[in-house]
């Protein structure tokens, strides 16, 4: 069974700069897309920033701010976080998710969690 392990969560200043990693381990099928998640507290899961070989997608509040990465070879996926304000305050989780031809369910992260002061 394949599992995501993210690393990198802090608490930071407002204003400051935090980089997520994720790493793919275990028996997991050929990664397709690969990205990122967050649920701030009291609220639902959203996406923020999410690639697959055609497209990068980002969610309009971390646009400018935010940069996904990724290291295929390696089944590693990066966020770089920038300018971070204390509403992009949650615990950010890894998501991946084979070719939609492929039938294996997405595997997520347990997550690591940003907090950003005022």
């Known amino acids: 069974q394949g599992q995501l392990v993210e690393s990198g969560g802090d608490l930071v200043e407002s204003g400051g700069s935090l980089r997520l990693s994720c790493v793919a381990s275990?028996?997991?099928?050929?990664?397709?897309?690969m990205g990122w998640y967050r649920q701030p507290p009291g609220k639902a899961r959203e996406l923020v920033a999410i690639?697959?070989?055609?497209?990068?997608n980002y969610a309009d509040s971390v646009k400018g701010r935010f940069t996904i990465s990724r290291e295929s070879a390696q089944n590693m996926v990066y966020l770089e976080m920038s300018y971070l304000k204390p509403e992009d305050t949650a615990v950010y989780y890894c998501?991946?998710?084979?070719?939609?031809?492929?039938?294996?369910?997405?595997?997520w992260g347990r997550g690591t969690l940003v907090a950003v002061s005022s």
């Open positions: 690639m697959n070989p055609v497209s990068t």
């Open positions: 998501y991946a998710a084979p070719h939609p031809t492929e039938n294996y369910p997405e595997v």
């Open positions: 275990g028996s997991i099928f050929s990664i397709y897309t």
